[in-house]
């Protein structure tokens, strides 16, 4: 599991992921889910895991990252 944050980039959400050991820091996620996330958690900060695309051969495999648990911001403090 790593700690990532939603950030939105030209009206697209992402979630930044700074601390996995790949090259890819950045993956995409729906807008729906992103709105949802941060509506209701008041927190733009979630737990992810790397799931790893078959589609691509290259050198660099590609993930996708699953949000498995928003957290609340209530307690947390930016450590950035």
Same mark, same amino acid.
């Given at each position: 599991?790593?700690?990532?944050?939603?950030?939105?980039?030209?009206?697209?959400?992402?979630?930044?992921?700074?601390?996995?050991?790949?090259? $890819?820091?950045? #993956?995409?996620?729906?807008? =729906?889910?992103?709105? +949802?996330?941060?509506?209701?958690? !008041? /927190?733009?900060?979630?737990?992810?895991?790397?799931?790893?695309?078959?589609?691509?051969?290259?050198? $660099?495999?590609? #993930?996708?990252?699953?949000? =498995?648990?928003?957290? +609340?911001?209530?307690?947390?403090? !930016? /450590?950035?």
């Amino acid at each position: 599991m790593y700690l990532g944050e939603i950030v939105n980039i030209d009206n697209s959400y992402f979630v930044y992921v700074p601390s996995v050991p790949v090259k $890819q820091k950045v #993956y995409p996620m729906s807008s =729906i889910q992103a709105m +949802n996330i941060i509506d209701h958690q !008041d /927190s733009r900060i979630v737990e992810v895991v790397l799931i790893p695309k078959h589609e691509e051969l290259d050198e $660099q495999p590609e #993930y996708t990252a699953r949000i =498995i648990n928003p957290l +609340n911001n209530n307690n947390e403090k !930016d /450590s950035h």
